[in-house]
């Protein structure tokens, strides 16, 4: 089992950045792929990126494509997810998450995640 705390994240104006944290403890961190979920105000949970066990592989949705970027440190057992270039339209809790399985490819479905972070409000000011 592996416990997910998250950090970061904040008010920012349009245009500015954030940086969020993803530190895992419990065993297996390493061997699994991990994603990032959002949440905006009345709207469903959504994909955001993904990250392969090794940080080899990432994929982004194209809303936050040249914008985001998620990487992990394995030595620190932790995930990230840099947020460049910030709109109003990104205001959302945001989710760190573990896939299920080890795999290859990269899933953006939630159900595909059980692990999961409790959750870090950004806010976007236009």
């Known amino acids: 089992q592996v416990q997910l705390v998250q950090s970061g994240g904040g008010l920012v104006q349009a245009g500015g950045s954030l940086r969020l944290s993803c530190t895992a403890s419990?065993?297996?961190?390493?061997?699994?792929?991990m994603g990032w979920f959002r949440q905006g105000p009345g709207k469903e949970r959504e994909f955001v990126a993904a990250?392969?066990?090794?940080?080899?592989?990432?994929y982004y949705a194209d809303s936050v494509k040249g914008r985001f970027t998620i990487s992990r440190d394995n030595a620190k057992y932790t995930v990230y997810l840099q947020m460049n270039s910030l709109k109003p339209e990104d205001t959302a809790v945001y989710y760190c998450?573990?896939?299920?399985?080890?795999?290859?490819?990269?899933?953006?479905?939630?159900?595909?995640?059980?692990?999961w972070g409790q959750g870090t409000q950004v806010t976007v000011s236009s």
């Open positions: 990250i392969s066990w090794d940080g080899g592989s990432t």
């Open positions: 419990g065993r297996g961190f390493n061997n699994y792929p």
């Open positions: 998450a573990a896939d299920k399985i080890w795999r290859r490819t990269l899933v953006t479905a939630d159900s595909e995640y059980d692990n």
